[in-house]
């Protein structure tokens, strides 16, 4: 089946390990945002609270535990596998009985996604020394396809959450703070979404009631991600230097290090003593980040944040090597909403500069209205 891995070559790497695809989330295109209210008011789909963090797939076999990220290795081919770092959560799971796959996201509370990155895509060591200074991640359930060896991709999505919410109970997971339930709400779902938006959540994920999981594709209107998006014109004030340390997922396969005498290397150098993992705009020395800002009232530019999400490596090159020729520019970038209170925008994202903007139209009663 199109999305499920075969099982021996998987098990090659990992032993007994059943490996599917995430199921990829849509969202309405632009023209139908006016469709959402009708959806939710139909009585079809049940909602869940969206966290800021990444989907990861738990896959108790019978002699290993598994954590899955959606994102496949460039070596093997394969899901990346993390769960050595967190044995928190591993060791919550494994009363689970063999061949049974949960699917959740991990996320760190009151965190961003940046926050997760930094426990997940290090080393397990640094994982756990970090968890033991900021606290434990969680992982946030909100769905099943396999349990005790019987398969339930083909199960409707309502029924799959009602077999997950009875291994909940069952298993007493709850007593464990670091697990959670998604809930699913059918009423109201409307007036949950804004809600959710306005309480801090990343949003919200509506799932037609009788969709079965599609591993790897992303099915019109069988789960429809709600989320804010709103849009920003400033002005580019400068930028920022690389991030030095490299908190990715695939250090097995990461081809920038340093070592201690502060001389960098091209290669593979993991888990060779004296080698630590850089970025690679730092290897190369690029600019990562755009400072942003807008004219207050007495015709001054106020920084507002920093824009790095949406650069692709030939823009982080040209900011780097021609970085006079963007600083007074305008540019525009998308992002999840305005704080019109602190005056910044929450998950901004570079979408380009405009040449048909002066940057003096840019002010911040314009932006925080």
């Known amino acids: 089946?199109?999305?499920?891995?075969?099982?021996?070559?998987?098990?090659?790497?990992?032993?007994?390990?059943?490996?599917?695809?995430?199921?990829?989330?849509?969202?309405?295109?632009?023209?139908?945002?006016?469709?959402?209210?009708?959806?939710?008011?139909?009585?079809?789909?049940?909602?869940?609270?969206?966290?800021?963090?990444f989907w990861y797939e738990f896959n108790r076999t019978e002699n290993h535990c598994y954590?899955?990220?959606?994102?496949?290795?460039?070596?093997?081919?394969?899901?990346t596998e993390k769960v050595d770092n967190v044995p928190h959560i591993k060791s919550a799971l494994?009363?689970?009985?063999?061949?049974?796959?949960?699917?959740g996201e991990i996320y760190v509370p009151g965190g961003t996604s940046k926050d997760t990155t930094r426990i997940m895509g290090c080393l397990p060591a640094t994982a756990i020394k970090r968890q033991q200074n900021e606290g434990l991640i969680h992982y946030y359930l909100h769905d099943i396809i396999a349990f005790n060896g019987v398969s339930m991709i083909k199960m409707p999505a309502e029924k799959r959450y009602e077999v997950l919410k009875k291994v909940v109970e069952t298993f007493n997971l709850l007593?464990?703070?670091?697990?959670?339930?998604?809930?699913?709400?059918?009423?109201?779902?409307?007036?949950?979404?804004?809600?959710?938006?306005?309480?801090?959540?990343?949003?919200?994920?509506?799932?037609?009631?009788?969709a079965p999981y599609y591993p790897g594709k992303k099915p019109a209107w069988s789960s429809i991600k709600c989320e804010k998006v709103d849009y920003a014109d400033v002005v580019c004030l400068g930028f920022e230097d690389a991030t030095?340390?490299?908190?990715?997922?695939?250090?097995?396969?990461?081809?920038?290090?340093?070592?201690?005498?502060?001389?960098?290397?091209c290669g593979r150098y993991y888990g060779i003593d004296g080698y630590s993992p850089i970025t690679k705009?730092?290897?190369?020395?690029?600019?990562?980040?755009?400072?942003?800002?807008?004219?207050?009232?007495n015709n001054n530019l106020k920084e507002i944040g920093t824009v790095s999400s949406g650069l692709t490596d030939d823009m982080k090159i040209l900011i780097s090597e021609r970085?006079?020729?963007?600083?007074?520019?305008?540019?525009?970038?998308?992002?999840?909403?305005?704080?019109n209170n602190a005056k910044t925008l929450r998950h901004p994202i570079y979408k380009g500069f405009r040449i048909d903007k002066n940057a003096e139209e840019c002010t911040l009663n314009e932006l925080f209205r």
Do not use: H
């Open 67 to 79: 954590l899955f990220s959606r994102n496949e290795s460039r070596e093997t081919g394969l899901l």
């Open 323 to 339: 970085p006079n020729d963007y600083i007074g520019k305008v540019l525009m970038v998308q992002c999840m909403e305005k704080d």
């Open 1 to 53: 089946m199109e999305g499920i891995y075969d099982k021996i070559i998987v098990n090659e790497v990992y032993p007994e390990a059943i490996m599917v695809e995430a199921m990829r989330v849509w969202s309405l295109p632009k023209g139908k945002e006016n469709m959402l209210q009708e959806k939710c008011e139909s009585g079809e789909y049940f909602g869940q609270i969206k966290k800021d963090g």
């Open 244 to 265: 030095k340390e490299y908190t990715g997922i695939e250090l097995e396969e990461w081809t920038f290090w340093i070592k201690d005498d502060g001389t960098k290397a």
């Open 175 to 210: 007593k464990y703070d670091f697990i959670e339930l998604a809930e699913a709400y059918t009423d109201n779902l409307f007036e949950r979404i804004g809600n959710a938006l306005e309480s801090g959540e990343e949003g919200m994920v509506l799932k037609l009631k009788t």
């Open 281 to 297: 705009p730092y290897y190369y020395g690029w600019k990562t980040s755009i400072k942003i800002g807008a004219y207050d009232n």
């Open 94 to 103: 494994k009363c689970l009985p063999k061949d049974t796959v949960v699917i």
